[in-house]
């Protein structure tokens, strides 16, 4: 069973930081994309970012690109992404996702994930 659990949210300042994880467990971890998607108030979910089984490939969307970082360690089976300079405009629930097919390339397609976490609250406000 396939299990994605995120951490790391709050609520922070425009300018600050925040990093968050996500932990998985019931897959063959290094092998597996895992995407960060997020869901602002009254908007779609979108993609962010993506990182690919073994970590040589990365996706950012351009709303973030420059400000936030994917990475993984895969002896901790968690990914995590690192966000800075944040803004008003990245408040969401953010979400990770994990493919299900081995060394998968990155996808900013939610239907190309098949397990989820239950998402973690990004609130960005003075």
């Known amino acids: 069973q396939v299990q994605l659990v995120e951490s790391g949210g709050g609520l922070v300042q425009p300018g600050g930081s925040l990093r968050l994880s996500c932990a998985a467990s019931g897959l063959a971890f290094s092998s597996t994309a895992i995407g960060w998607f997020r869901r602002a108030p009254g908007k779609e979910r979108e993609g962010v970012s993506c990182?690919?089984?073994?970590?040589?490939?990365?996706y950012y969307a351009d709303s973030v690109k420059g400000r936030f970082t994917i990475s993984r360690d895969n002896a901790k089976n968690t990914v995590f992404l690192q966000m800075n300079s944040l803004k008003p405009e990245d408040t969401a629930v953010y979400y990770c996702?994990?493919?299900?097919?081995?060394?998968?390339?990155?996808?900013?397609?939610?239907?190309?994930?098949?397990?989820w976490g239950q998402g973690t609250q990004v609130t960005v406000s003075s």
């Open positions: 990182i690919r089984g073994g970590g040589s490939y990365t």
């Open positions: 996702a994990a493919r299900h097919v081995a060394y998968a390339y990155c996808s900013t397609y939610e239907s190309d994930f098949g397990s």
